[in-house]
């Protein structure tokens, strides 16, 4: 029953900026840490970026540092994902997780996971 649902993807020119957005239901949505995957064709599903329950920690992947901006919203169940400076490597499916661990996340301790938003970037 529960249930992550991403939106924001879509298709931009490199430089570019997108806002994704991930609504849990379903979810006691302050006991998860929350995190962003991304999956590109033929390749394995990686680390984007995580914050914790109550939205003071943060982490990123060194590709997106500096660039993308994960944020949460408690009160409407809501993880936020603000890219900036797209390039066409960040090219991918991005995946909304959630993880009752309250250090990690990472592919082997997510609980749920979300069905995906394309995210396509032209040069």
């Known amino acids: 029953q529960v249930q992550l649902v991403e939106s924001g993807g879509g298709l931009v020119e490199a430089g570019a900026s997108l806002r994704l957005s991930c609504v849990a239901s379903r979810l006691t949505f302050n006991g998860y840490r929350m995190g962003w995957f991304r999956q590109a064709p033929g390749q394995e599903r990686e680390f984007v970026s995580s914050i914790g329950r109550s939205g003071t920690i943060t982490a990123y992947a060194d590709s997106v540092k500096g660039r993308f901006t994960i944020s949460r919203d408690n009160a409407k169940n809501t993880v936020y994902l603000q890219m900036n400076s797209l390039k066409p490597a960040d090219t991918a499916v991005y995946y909304c997780?959630?993880?009752?661990?309250?250090?990690?996340?990472?592919?082997?301790?997510?609980?749920?996971w979300g069905r995906g938003t394309q995210v396509t970037v032209s040069s």
């Open positions: 997780a959630a993880t009752t661990s309250i250090t990690v996340i990472r592919t082997s301790n997510v609980n749920y």
